[in-house]
């Protein structure tokens, strides 16, 4: 009789995680996490241009022979590219189709209205944006050396740096989209929390502190490259 | 006191509505807001004109049926409903913005009122428990740790007004999907439904057109309640277990 009394099975998990706004804000956060903890890595790895060209050049050498000798030259760096690359898709998927269904859901906006929620959530789709434009920007620069000014040189990512933070607009969009780094981190770290059900009232101030201690620290370590090229501590 | 209305009206729901301006006069501080319409309303039936259409039922603020976002805010600048919101919070000469709640999953009706059948839908997909009908258990039969009664009963407080989904940017109706869910998920009368009951709730929240969540937070602002934030990311945790479980 197992045929008769087993109930409708519901669909399979990735189907109910993606047909459902929960679901998908669950795969922005975990997205966003993924992509937070290769910034620390990203900006830590950064500081090391304070150190001259021969620690900077070295340690970017050194990316390419992780996982060595079980990976070969590379293989580590193109897995975690995949990896980020998964992870923008999916967050910037998921983040277009919620957006689409927030501004559906609210069509006719009041008559009165009222200066709402803070700088950094009323901003996250922007940033994003911005965000989203400035990594493809970033990549042609320093990685490829498409839209690089000056002479790039493979695997000599000081002079590389130096190149692009000695222009004006390298810097304009660089400092730009660290601050809006720095916002985004702001809410959607605090928000990641509370998607993934780690948020309560007693531990909503920790987590809040941990989102503008994360945001702080990543705007200020990122811009202190920028910053250290124009003041000369790094040339 | 004498006061300026700014009132949206709106003949039916296919209809196009605008604000129309209205004078009032002689309005005591002592009234409550909607007694304050009461008094437009008698005017304007005796001008012969069509009164101001705005939900009411209990006036004790317990029921949920006032709605009403007055000046931008849903039940008006006091943490309170509409029906307990008194006079005495405006200043004699104030001009008043009086608009019905906004979003696509309550059309508005007529003037202030909107369709809010959407919420008995999704308290019809899950938030209800299954028992023997019949006489009333003995109480003391299924024991409850006082922790979790305090939970289920600060999420029970829920009168299903909607304000939550009126204040938030994304008309979302998270907080209250969530209080619902919260309040039967974390009792063991719940515990036979816990998680058909979220995945269901959640569901049919998505299906009626309400928007995600994006932690904006006006939705606890607004709550006449006071159901708190962390509601969501606790529905957030029941959502989350229930599709590891339900998928046998």
């Known amino acids: ?235 | 006191m004498k006061l300026t209305l700014r009132v949206w009206r709106q003949k039916n729901a296919d209809a196009e509505g605008a604000m129309s301006t209205y004078e009032v006069d002689n309005i005591s501080c002592d009234m409550s807001f909607l007694e304050m319409l009461d008094t437009l309303n008698e005017e304007l039936i005796v001008k012969g004109e069509e009164p101001v259409a705005f939900d009411h039922d209990c006036r004790e603020g317990i029921c949920g049926a006032c709605s009403l976002v007055i000046n931008g805010d849903a039940h008006g600048p006091e943490r309170t409903t509409t029906c307990q919101l008194h006079m005495r919070s405006f200043k004699d000469g104030d001009t008043i913005d009086i608009e019905p709640w906004r979003a696509a999953a309550f059309p508005v009706i007529k003037d202030l009122v909107v369709d809010r059948s959407a919420f008995d839908r999704i308290i019809q997909s899950g938030g209800y428990i299954s028992a023997p009908t019949g006489s009333a258990p003995e109480a003391h039969a299924t024991a409850v740790p006082k922790p979790d009664a305090d939970f289920a009963f600060e999420h029970a407080e829920c009168i299903g007004c909607g304000a939550c989904v009126a204040a938030c940017p994304n008309g979302s109706a998270m907080l209250f999907t969530s209080a619902k869910v919260n309040h039967l998920n974390v009792l063991p009368q719940g515990a036979p439904e816990r998680e058909t009951r979220v995945l269901d709730m959640v569901a049919q929240m998505d299906t009626e057109g309400f928007g995600g969540c994006t932690l904006t937070g006006e939705c606890a602002t607004a709550c006449p309640k006071g159901i708190p934030l962390p509601s969501i990311a606790a529905m957030n945790k029941e959502w989350l277990r229930a599709t590891r479980k339900v998928n046998r």
């Open chain 1, 1 to 235: 009789m197992a045929l008769a009394t087993r109930t409708d099975r519901r669909p399979s998990l990735p189907r109910t995680v993606w047909d459902s706004t929960v679901g998908k804000k669950t795969v922005m956060a975990v997205s966003g996490l993924i992509m937070l903890l290769y910034l620390v890595a990203h900006m830590i790895g950064n500081l090391k241009i304070f150190f001259g060209p021969g620690d900077f050049n070295h340690y970017a050498h050194w990316l390419r022979t992780l996982g060595e000798p079980v990976m070969r030259w590379e293989w580590t760096l193109w897995v975690v590219r995949v990896g980020l690359v998964a992870a923008v898709v999916a967050h910037a998927v998921s983040a277009y189709q919620l957006s689409r269904r927030d501004i559906k859901a609210r069509p006719s906006k009041y008559v009165h209205k009222k200066p709402r929620a803070s700088y950094a959530t009323r901003t996250m789709r922007w940033g994003g944006i911005i965000l989203g434009l400035f990594i493809v920007w970033h990549i042609l620069d320093l990685t490829t050396g498409t839209v690089h000014p000056g002479e790039y040189e493979h695997l000599h990512p000081y002079q590389n740096v130096i190149d692009t933070f000695s222009t004006w607009y390298g810097n304009v969009i660089y400092i730009t989209a660290v601050v809006a780094l720095g916002f985004h981190v702001r809410h959607g770290f605090w928000s990641a929390a509370q998607t993934l059900g780690v948020g309560n009232a007693s531990r909503d101030r920790f987590l809040k502190t941990c989102a503008n201690g994360l945001a702080l620290l990543l705007t200020a370590g990122f811009v202190s490259v920028p910053v250290g090229v124009m003041t000369g501590v790094v040339s």
